[in-house]
Nanobody, 124 residues
Framework: QVQLVESGGGMVQAGDSLRLSCAAS????????MGWFRRAPGKERSFVAA????????YYADSVKGRFTISRDNGKNTVYLQMNSLKPEDTAVYFCARCSSGWAQTDGTQFEYWGQGTLVTVSE
């Protein structure tokens, strides 16, 4: 069973930065694509960013492109989400997920394991 544990959330002001981390259990982390999704208050879960198994391919939601960066360290079984220039509309619970393949995917149905989420709150 794969476990994903997110950390790094918190309360910040608009314009600040945060880095989320997601630590994965298991020995096959480097074989799978990873992603970050978020659920804002009163909204459906939405795609944020994804990265392929090697880290060579990344995708971003238009709303975060240029501000967020996804990366991974396969030696540490960890994926990161660097979030810069945060806006109040970035307020959400952020979830880390492991894809069912090594590719970078944007469709949540392609992810088979999910973390519990970490809350990010951005104030004006």
């Amino acid at each position: 069973q794969v476990q994903l544990v997110e950390s790094g959330g918190g309360m910040v002001q608009a314009g600040d930065s945060l880095r989320l981390s997601c630590a994965a259990s298991g020995r096959t982390f480097s074989s799978y694509g990873m992603g970050w999704f978020r659920r804002a208050p009163g909204k459906e879960r939405s795609f944020v960013a994804a990265i392929s198994w090697s880290g060579s391919i990344t995708y971003y939601a238009d709303s975060v492109k240029g501000r967020f960066t996804i990366s991974r360290d396969n030696g540490k079984n960890t994926v990161y989400l660097q979030m810069n220039s945060l806006k109040p509309e970035d307020t959400a619970v952020y979830f880390c997920a492991r894809c069912s393949s090594g590719w970078a995917q944007t469709d949540g149905t392609q992810f088979e394991y999910w973390g519990q989420g970490t809350l990010v709150t951005v104030s004006e």
